[in-house]
């Protein structure tokens, strides 16, 4: 099968290369999925750049976790019925070396998700790491109808799922953008307002976009450099959801400050969402994509053999969206 891999970290062109590797066979408990699109996320690239030093212990790696394609096999104790099935697949290289930057992938029958006919294989690579995270971030401390929740960087590829979850599930949801444009996205999304994280005062324009009352929650994209502000629109009890701190990363906090309001700091890493919270977020998302209830956004699709160039994009920013490898 044509694959594209690494066998070193390293610049995306420096070590992914594309070829023929060997198609998998399904085993017991799994399905082989002949994948026509693979989404990069930014964990994608930081593997590749090294992040997880023992990636690379066993051999090669076939990168990404996201992808979406057909139902070609089924393994001993999979439903034959399955095979045929158009499906998303999720943490296909979380753990274990082969990904879906392949024609095929064999993953876990649980792992391999129906995805409906009105969402295209294109929008259902985007799904896994994004549409999960955000579906976690907005779940995993209560319900959050009635509450006021910010989304910072709204416009994101996490951030912008988080808002049309929050929003449907009744929060009112106060989201930033830097610039129209993304703002303009946020309410699509379904924010009820939007202030920009690049104002001094922004912790000062949710407040008062909220009515002069504090919010509830704060799911967070940035929680070194926004700690500060985050601090001043939180009420006492509130929670901070967080899935990232890129700029700074080992953040200082003002312990008794945040002590003395009684805050819950929720970290979020996708991948170690409990079991029943992925099932519960498969459910809903495949409850919403059934309704026509979720809004992609794909920002580039790029040929399997210009892999490295899809890598790059997701390096350089600047766009908003998801990134999909498309597999002939
Ligand atoms: N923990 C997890 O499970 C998990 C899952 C997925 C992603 N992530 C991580 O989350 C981060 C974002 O991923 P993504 O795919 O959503 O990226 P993305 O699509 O590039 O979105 C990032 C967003 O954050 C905004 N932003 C940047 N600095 C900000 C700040 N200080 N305050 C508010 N917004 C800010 C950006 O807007 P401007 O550029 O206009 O400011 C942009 O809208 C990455 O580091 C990724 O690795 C973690």
Redesign the pocket.
């Known amino acids: 099968m044509k694959a594209a891999w690494f066998e070193s970290f390293g610049p995306a062109r420096a070590v992914l290369v594309t070829g023929e590797q060997d198609k998998p066979e399904p085993g017991p408990g799994e399905v082989l999925v002949h994948l026509a699109a693979s989404g990069v996320?930014?964990?994608d690239v930081?593997k590749r750049m090294g992040s997880a030093p023992r990636l690379l212990d066993e051999g090669l790696v076939i990168p990404h976790s996201d992808g979406a394609g057909i139902i070609v096999a089924v393994g001993e104790g999979i439903s034959g019925d399955r095979a045929g099935e158009r499906v998303w697949v999720y943490q296909a290289q979380h753990g274990r070396r082969f990904g879906t930057a392949a024609q095929y992938i064999v993953v876990q029958g649980r792992r391999a998700v129906e995805l409906p006919d009105n969402t295209s294989l294109e929008a259902g690579a985007c799904i896994g790491?994004?549409v999960m995270?955000a579906h976690r971030c907005v779940y995993a401390d209560g319900p959050v109808e009635g509450q006021a929740l910010v989304v910072?960087?709204?416009?994101?590829?996490?951030?912008n799922y988080a808002i049309q979850w929050a929003a449907q599930a009744g929060a009112r949801v106060i989201a930033?953008?830097?610039?129209d444009i993304?703002a303009a996205a946020c309410r699509e999304a379904g924010a009820d307002a939007v202030v920009n994280?690049?104002d001094e005062n922004w912790a000062a324009e949710v407040v008062e976009a909220n009515s002069g009352a504090l919010v509830d929650r704060v799911i967070d994209?940035?929680f070194g450099?926004?700690l500060p502000a985050v601090l001043d629109m939180i009420r006492t009890s509130g929670t901070i959801v967080t899935?990232?701190s890129?700029?700074v990363t080992e953040p200082k906090l003002p312990f008794y400050r945040m002590m003395f309001m009684n805050l819950l700091i929720r970290l979020?890493?996708?991948?170690e969402m409990p079991e029943p919270a992925k099932e519960q977020a498969i459910a809903d998302t495949t409850r919403y994509l059934k309704g026509g209830r979720l809004q992609h956004r794909l920002a580039h699709v790029v040929p399997l053999d210009d892999i490295a160039r899809a890598h790059e994009l997701i390096e350089q920013?600047g766009f908003?969206g998801c990134v999909v490898v498309n597999i002939e």
């Open positions: 996320n930014p964990s930081k790491i994004p995270t910072t960087g709204g416009a994101g590829r996490v951030g930033t953008a830097s610039n993304d994280h690049r994209v940035e450099v926004n899935y990232s890129t700029v979020v890493i996708v991948y920013g908003r």
